[in-house]
């Protein structure tokens, strides 16, 4: 499967979520329940939100980092995204190198182990959202 972007994307592999955010993957999904549908839609491998700005971009970084995920590694004198991706679809893609993430001929994205699949956007959560 793959996520579909749109405007500006902010991606996070599942299994990190699973791994840092406090409380894991299901509180995740509940403290972004009234989202989902809306800005937010998944994959079984990515969480993807957005925003239409760069600077609500960076403050959903600056939240995510907050809650102890990391945004901007150097490594070898470059940086790259670790635990989550900005993608600015329309600009080309990452905005930083990101190892973990592939992009399909569909505007979408895909962990990059993987196929990218059936597309997921927010139509694909219809029946979730509660606004």
């Known amino acids: 499967m793959s996520v579909?972007?749109?405007?500006?994307?902010?991606?996070?592999?599942?299994?990190?979520?699973?791994?840092k955010y406090p409380g894991g993957w299901q509180?995740?999904?509940?403290?972004?329940?009234?989202?989902?549908?809306?800005r937010i839609w998944y994959d079984e491998h990515l969480f993807r939100d957005g925003a239409m700005s760069p600077m609500?971009?960076?403050?959903l970084a600056e939240e995510w980092e907050s809650l102890g995920?990391?945004?901007i590694?150097?490594?070898?004198?470059?940086?790259?995204?670790?635990?989550?991706?900005?993608?600015?679809?329309?600009f080309g893609g990452s905005t930083l190198?990101?190892?973990w993430l592939a992009f399909d001929d569909n505007d979408g994205a895909y962990f990059a182990?993987?196929?990218?699949?059936?597309?997921?956007d927010r139509e694909s959560f219809k029946s979730h959202r509660s606004f």
Do not use: W
Request: include cysteine; hydrophobic fraction near 40%; glycine fraction near 8%.
């Open 4 to 19: 579909a972007l749109e405007f500006i994307d902010f991606i996070v592999p599942i299994h990190i979520i699973r791994q």
């Open 27 to 38: 509180k995740c999904l509940e403290d972004h329940k009234n989202l989902i549908g809306g």
């Open 56 to 59: 609500d971009i960076e403050a």
């Open 69 to 71: 995920f990391t945004g």
């Open 73 to 90: 590694v150097e490594v070898d004198g470059q940086q790259h995204f670790q635990d989550f991706c900005v993608v600015e679809s329309l």
């Open 97 to 99: 190198t990101c190892p």
């Open 113 to 120: 182990s993987t196929e990218p699949g059936v597309l997921m």
